[in-house]
Every structure is written in structure tokens, then in C-alpha cells.
């Protein structure tokens, strides 16, 4: 073996790699919903380009994409389904939170989801290991 090639289980497989993904974009939204109360409602800044819907359906379709491969892939990896359920309940709370105005049950419910996914994709690493 090459003295710069690392073992296979020391280096950070795909799944791990958007598992750590998954926690970053739940960290993403969650400054972009503050900064948007913050912005909107303090200095009436910004809200033309940060209440867009188009922004919110994104990170939902992101959120869901990289849930569902890192945490299907860890389920099917170590049998456990409570990540996957935990996923399910937080993406099911960003989703709801496209149904509402503009708010404060908006910004709660997608804060809500992403906490929920972000402890969903944390559970799926320590299941993994």
C-alpha cells in the first residue's frame, strides 16, 4: 500500500461525507431564517430576494435528497430505522412550513424541521460507527 493512501475504514466514506453535508445545510437554513427575521423585520432589508419561495422549495428538495441517500444508506447499512424516522418528522415539518405564510409559524416549523433532520443525520453517524 502507498504511505499516502489511507486504510479504507479511516477514510470518511460517501455517506458519512453527506451525513456531515446534511448537518451543514440544516446549519445553512437555520442562519438564513435568522438572518431573514433579523434583516426583514429589523432594518426591512433584503426581503425581495430572502422570503423568495424559490429558496425555500430548494433547500427542501436538498434537504430531502441528501436525507434520503445518507440516511437510507446508513439505514440499510445498520438496520436502524429511528434516523430515518427522525428525518421523516423533521422534512415533514420544513414541508409544512412551505404551506404557511410568510412568519412566525413559518420561521418555527422550518427551524423545527431542521433541528429534527440535523439530529437525524448526528444519529446516523453514530449508528454507522
Keep these: 500500500m502507498p504511505q499516502n493512501a489511507l486504510p479504507p475504514t479511516s477514510r470518511p466514506s460517501l ?4 451525513d456531515h453535508v446534511g448537518i451543514g445545510l ?6 438564513h431564517c435568522l438572518a431573514t427575521l433579523v434583516l ?16 425555500h422549495r430548494i433547500g427542501l ?13 446508513g439505514m440499510l447499512r445498520h438496520r436502524r430505522i429511528l434516523p430515518f424516522a427522525i428525518a421523516s418528522t423533521g422534512l415533514g415539518f420544513m414541508g409544512w412550513a412551505l ?8 420561521f418555527l416549523l422550518t ?10 443525520h448526528f444519529l446516523n453517524l453514530r449508528a454507522a460507527r
Design 111 to 120: 427551524l423545527l424541521g431542521v433541528t429534527i433532520v440535523s439530529l437525524a
Design 40 to 55: 426583514v423585520s429589523a432594518l426591512g432589508l433584503g426581503g425581495h430576494f430572502l422570503l423568495q419561495e424559490n429558496i
Design 61 to 73: 428538495f436538498l434537504a430531502l435528497v441528501v436525507a434520503a441517500v445518507a440516511i437510507g444508506w
Design 15 to 18: 455517506r458519512r461525507r453527506l
Design 26 to 31: 440544516a446549519g445553512l437554513c437555520a442562519v
Design 99 to 106: 404551506l404557511v405564510p410568510h412568519g412566525a409559524n413559518e
